[in-house]
């Protein structure tokens, strides 16, 4: 309203409906896009020792490492998580699948995400032999190689609005929760509980808890608020209706289809429906990346 020298509300309104565009614009306002690689390095090597490896080995070969990193903004914390599953990975001899999905609200930081390259200043978040081993440089720009970006998928998501990714070993929400109402804290974290697998991991924000939610989760860090899963509860959905989630891995093309999530027929786009009943009404849910 400064920029345009607007002091009416009524009167802001009008030009946003006469100037569409200036929605996207303060759209873009709302969002806030902080972050880095391995943010709070003590949690990560905390997540790392205490959840992740204990985790990795106790997978056989024929099984699937699945993680979850919600508000991912630019990709610095999936890429991180990656790097860390990457070398227990090699530390423990251990070959198995690994899929993370980062997900944000924001397109255009899902686009940057999703090329994997970033500005020089990472530097100072990454130590040099991740940078060597890890990232390719060209001037000073910074690339993640392959094995990493080959374990990660990229999407659009609405964390209140969209239905979770499922049958998950960890889920990663850091210092979103923080900036949502109680009732909506309440509905993503009862969500998180069903979406993990038992004993599956949450690592949350420093200055995030689990609220009510004492008895489905045990601690595993105090300080860096990680948690185990203890107990599953049922879904906390809002009546979904049609709605449409384009999935891209990276830059390069991965699924093209758009998934609706009301489709009931949607076996090959490689989804699985449930019914769930609420307030005696039952409505289909596809749910993407139920795999078995």
Same mark, same amino acid.
């Given at each position: 309203?400064?920029?345009?020298?607007?002091?009416?509300?009524?009167?802001?309104?009008?030009?946003?409906?006469?100037?569409?565009?200036?929605?996207?614009?303060?759209?873009?306002?709302?969002?806030?896009?902080?972050?880095?690689?391995?943010?709070?390095?003590?949690?990560?090597?905390?997540?790392?020792?205490?959840?992740?490896?204990?985790?990795?080995?106790?997978?056989?070969?024929?099984?699937?490492?699945?993680?979850?990193?919600?508000?991912?903004?630019?990709?610095?914390?999936?890429?991180?998580?990656?790097?860390?599953?990457?070398?227990?990975?090699?530390?423990?001899?251990?070959?198995?699948?690994?899929?993370?999905?980062?997900?944000?609200?924001?397109?255009?930081?899902?686009?940057?995400?999703? &090329? /994997?390259?970033?500005?020089? %200043? +990472?530097?100072?978040?990454?130590? !040099?032999?991740?940078?060597?081993?890890?990232? *390719?440089?060209?001037?000073?720009?910074?690339?993640?190689?392959?094995?990493?970006?080959?374990?990660?998928?990229?999407?659009?998501?609405?964390?209140?609005?969209?239905?979770?990714?499922?049958?998950?070993?960890?889920?990663?929400?850091?210092?979103?929760?923080?900036?949502?109402?109680?009732?909506?804290?309440?509905?993503?974290?009862?969500?998180?509980?069903?979406?993990?697998?038992?004993?599956?991991?949450?690592?949350?924000?420093?200055?995030?808890?689990?609220?009510?939610?004492?008895?489905?989760?045990?601690?595993?860090?105090?300080?860096?608020?990680?948690?185990?899963?203890?107990?599953? &509860? /049922?879904?906390?959905?809002? %009546? +979904?209706?049609?709605?449409?989630? !384009?999935?891209?891995?990276?830059?390069?093309? *991965?699924?093209?289809?758009?998934?609706?999530?009301?489709?009931?027929?949607?076996?090959?786009?490689?989804?699985?429906?449930?019914?769930?009943?609420?307030?005696?009404?039952?409505?289909?849910?596809?749910?993407?990346?139920?795999?078995?």
């Amino acid at each position: 309203m400064n920029i345009h020298q607007i002091e009416d509300l009524k009167m802001y309104l009008r030009y946003l409906q006469e100037n569409p565009h200036e929605i996207d614009l303060l759209f873009k306002e709302f969002l806030i896009n902080v972050t880095n690689f391995f943010r709070d390095a003590e949690a990560f090597e905390s997540i790392k020792i205490s959840a992740l490896k204990p985790m990795i080995e106790e997978k056989s070969e024929f099984e699937v490492l699945r993680v979850w990193v919600l508000g991912c903004s630019s990709g610095e914390e999936v890429y991180s998580i990656a790097i860390l599953i990457n070398e227990l990975l090699e530390e423990l001899d251990k070959k198995i699948d690994v899929q993370i999905f980062g997900t944000d609200l924001d397109a255009n930081s899902i686009k940057t995400a999703r &090329s /994997g390259s970033y500005s020089g %200043i +990472i530097s100072k978040d990454i130590s !040099q032999v991740r940078l060597k081993k890890y990232f *390719y440089k060209n001037d000073n720009v910074y690339t993640i190689k392959n094995e990493i970006r080959d374990m990660v998928v990229f999407a659009t998501h609405n964390l209140i609005k969209d239905p979770p990714f499922t049958k998950l070993d960890i889920i990663s929400c850091r210092n979103l929760l923080i900036y949502l109402e109680t009732v909506a804290q309440e509905k993503v974290l009862s969500n998180f509980n069903y979406a993990l697998k038992q004993d599956g991991i949450l690592f949350l924000g420093p200055s995030e808890t689990i609220g009510k939610f004492i008895g489905a989760f045990s601690v595993v860090d105090k300080r860096w608020k990680i948690f185990k899963c203890i107990k599953s &509860s /049922g879904p906390v959905f809002d %009546i +979904i209706e049609s709605h449409s989630m !384009q999935y891209q891995k990276n830059s390069i093309a *991965y699924w093209d289809s758009k998934f609706d999530l009301k489709d009931t027929k949607s076996e090959k786009a490689g989804l699985i429906c449930y019914s769930t009943g609420r307030k005696k009404i039952n409505r289909y849910i596809c749910t993407p990346f139920c795999f078995n």
